[in-house]
């Protein structure tokens, strides 16, 4: 099974023009917050927690990850904004090595940490 956590290399284009920082950002008690999904795969990828959390936690403290049901995306949330914005900034758009597939991330509309049910 491929890994995210292989991550080394790869293409990653720069802060994508009128990426905006996620609701609430600078606002006391919201935890920056985003989802993260992998389109243009040939076969069904499993996004795992474990492999997210060794991809992200590279740039800091992961509060929360939250993959859903099918493995298709989760929702992934930092203790800091700018450790948020550099995982943005460095894996959304990135290729995966050997997968043909493309990570992509987009912050949430909802502060506070909030998770869709």
Request: proline share 5%; aromatic share 8%.
């Amino acid at each position: 099974q491929q890994s995210l956590a292989g991550l080394h290399g790869g293409v990653v284009p720069p802060l994508l023009p009128g990426m905006a920082a996620p609701y609430g950002a600078g606002l006391g008690g919201s935890d920056p917050s985003f989802s993260v999904s992998v389109e243009g795969m040939r076969f069904q990828y499993q996004l795992t927690e474990d492999d997210l959390h060794k991809v992200f936690g590279r740039y800091g403290v992961v509060k929360n990850i939250r993959v859903d049901d099918a493995g298709a995306s989760a929702v992934i949330t930092f203790a800091a904004l700018q450790d948020a914005q550099a995982a943005v900034n460095d894996l959304n758009g990135k290729v995966l090595n050997g997968l043909d597939g493309t990570l992509r991330i987009s912050w949430l509309s909802q502060g506070g940490g909030a998770f869709p049910t």
